[in-house]
């Protein structure tokens, strides 16, 4: 009877450690996946960002009065980041200045496009 006992509380013993195992994978599996999800979105993030900076910094330069249909200098934009430029007549209260859209658009590493625009008003005679 003492022999019986032994093996059930073995039995017993197996059950519960293949249990444990069972949940520390379950585990391991949900922070692998939180962890490439948090990769996937701090990629994104920076994708939009750096557009958002080129974006801005181009802004800038037709601010300070640069061709809009100059080029950024060497090296200020990154060489994967495609810039756009959209002029429309201001109207209304608006109508002595031009609207100047910025956009700039970026490829993440998994394949989604990233764009963000950037909009001023300029004054029309402020334009070489």
């Known amino acids: 009877m003492h022999a019986k006992q032994k093996s059930k509380r073995r039995g017993a013993f197996l059950i519960e450690a293949a249990a ?3 949940v520390l994978g379950i585990i391991t599996a949900l922070a692998m996946s939180a962890c490439l999800n948090f990769a996937k979105t ?3 993030y920076h994708k939009r960002m750096a557009a958002l900076w080129a974006a801005e910094a181009q802004m800038e330069r ?3 009065g640069a061709s809009i249909d100059s080029a950024p200098p060497e090296g200020m934009i990154a060489n994967d980041i ?7 007549p201001g109207t209304g209260q608006w109508e002595a200045f031009d ?5 700039a658009r970026i490829e ?6 990233v764009t963000e625009s950037v909009r001023c008003y300029l004054p029309r005679e402020a334009k070489p």
């Open 99 to 103: 609207l100047v859209i910025v956009s």
């Open 62 to 64: 037709y601010t300070a």
């Open 82 to 88: 495609a810039l756009t430029t959209e002029i429309a």
């Open 42 to 44: 701090q990629d994104h």
């Open 108 to 113: 993440s590493r998994h394949g989604t496009t």
């Open 20 to 22: 444990a195992v069972t």
